[in-house]
């Protein structure tokens, strides 16, 4: 069966500090993969979206980036935090006809 | 710019009501429409709609799309305290990527 792994669960950085949050998915080839966000109580906003290693689609400018390394792995960076990127992060997989799978989250803090 | 539009934003309801929640949706090469459940953390997939007027139900839920309206509700009924949540509707296109675009959610609570 697919699994889908997201850390860390919990983030507080600082303004101004990096970022790296780590998706990676068992149990399956070739997924596509994405980064949304999700601010305190609402929907989810979508970030970033990968088809393959090293194809990144960026859906909204912003101080995020993400990277595919991997066929299962899918990275969400940034070099500067700001306040605004605080916000609840998720990890999604799917194939062409399924629901996406999604990971635990990782609730990011910006102080 | 495809959307997706849900109301109400937030419901407050006694154990033992139905409720209705509502979704439409505006986007360009539609192929389906999801309902998910969220608690605390990652969402749960409750739904997935393709066709018209065929209803989907799963134990006390049940959903149904009109894609000549472009719209969808998601039935619960005799709510139960451990339905409080935020629900949320999503639409999936031919688009590349094939990415689902989500709409605000709907925030339930079910008092007991």
């Known amino acids: 069966s697919q699994t889908i792994h997201q850390w860390p669960a919990t983030l507080v950085q600082p303004v101004g500090s990096p970022l790296s949050l780590e998706c990676t998915v068992e149990?399956?080839?070739?997924?596509?993969l994405y980064w949304y966000r999700q601010a305190a109580g609402r929907g989810l906003q979508l970030l970033f979206y990968s088809v393959g290693i090293g194809q990144i689609s960026s859906e909204v400018p912003q101080n995020l980036s993400a990277s595919r390394p991997q066929d299962r792995q899918f990275i969400l960076s940034s070099k500067k935090l700001l306040l605004s990127d605080s916000g609840f992060y998720l990890c999604?997989?799917?194939?062409?006809?399924?629901?996406?799978?999604f990971g635990q989250g990782t609730r990011l803090t910006v102080v | 710019e495809d959307k997706v539009v849900q109301s109400p934003l937030s419901l407050v309801v006694h154990e033992g009501d139905t409720v209705t929640l509502n979704c439409s949706y505006e986007?360009?090469?539609?192929?389906?429409l999801l309902w998910y459940k969220q608690e605390k953390k990652a969402p749960t997939f409750l739904f997935m709609l393709t066709s018209s007027g065929i209803e989907k139900k799963s134990g006390r839920l049940s959903s149904i799309l009109d894609k000549k309206e472009l719209f969808s509700i998601l039935n619960i009924t005799a709510t139960q305290t451990g339905d409080s949540a935020i629900y949320l509707c999503a639409v999936g296109t031919y688009q590349a990527g094939t990415a689902l675009i989500f709409g605000k959610g709907t925030t339930l609570s079910v008092s007991s």
């Open positions: 999604a997989w799917k194939r062409r006809d399924t629901e996406a799978f």
């Open positions: 149990g399956t080839s070739n997924p596509n």
């Open positions: 986007v360009t090469n539609f192929r389906s």
